[in-house]
């Protein structure tokens, strides 16, 4: 597949190993820095989904995404874990979630701008799982040189996942993350509910990045 990912927002906060390591397959380990594990909360739009050489579909080429993962290894490559993704789209819910590949979710979602603050209002409309996102947020206009931390928590190509008790890996390539600091409020947030942590009270590392484009590669099944 390839994707335009558009007004890309990242938030991220540590939390202990413990705490994540039963949430994760038992092939995979746990990929820590300073020794602590780290919380992904993704957001960005889709534009331009389709197969490779095939033109867009109409109804499934654009929607919105929140993701939530974690960062693990598996024999030597790093990559991260997903715990879920919820998107505007259910086109796209449906597709994915043959044979429970990849944990999609419906929910009702919005992404407005007026002037350089950007909103973010998701709700998922699965009902035992009521998650929902609330934040306000303005990139900071300058490129931020980014820290060891910064690489280690964004630049990722590879996800795992295991439906069925079978690992596959997914690839993805595209250019290294132009990142920009973030100023802003969550005024909502209970995505992530199943850990069982206080870490979604804490005020996260934030970035943002305009626009990138990604190669998505059929999943491959790890031994």
């Not at 943002?208 to 484009?213: A, D, F, G």
């Amino acid at each position: 597949m390839t994707q335009e990912w558009h007004n890309v927002l990242f938030l991220h906060w540590p939390i202990s190993p413990e705490v994540l390591r039963k949430h994760i397959p038992s092939e995979l380990e746990l990929d820590l820095y300073n020794n602590q594990a780290w919380i992904g909360l993704i957001f960005f739009e889709v534009k331009g989904n389709r197969p490779r050489f095939i033109p867009p579909i109409p109804g499934l080429n654009s929607f919105l995404e929140i993701n939530i993962r974690t960062y693990v290894t598996y024999q030597g490559r790093a990559g991260i874990h997903t715990f879920s993704l919820d998107v505007n789209n259910p086109l796209i819910v449906g597709l994915a979630t043959l044979g429970s590949f990849l944990p999609y979710h419906s929910a009702k979602m919005s992404f407005k701008r007026r002037k350089n603050t950007f909103t973010i209002n998701s709700r998922r409309l699965n009902r035992s799982f009521p998650e929902a996102l609330i934040t306000s947020f303005e990139p900071i206009p300058s490129v931020n040189e980014r820290n060891q931390l910064d690489r280690w928590l964004t630049e990722r190509y590879h996800l795992w996942t295991k439906p069925k008790n079978q690992l596959f890996r997914i690839d993805t390539f595209h250019s290294h993350w132009q990142l920009q600091k973030v100023k802003g409020t969550v005024q909502l947030n209970t995505m992530g509910s199943f850990i069982n942590n206080d870490f979604l009270d804490k005020q996260p590392i934030a970035h943002y990045s305009n626009m990138k484009k990604a190669i998505i590669f059929p999943p491959i099944k790890e031994r």
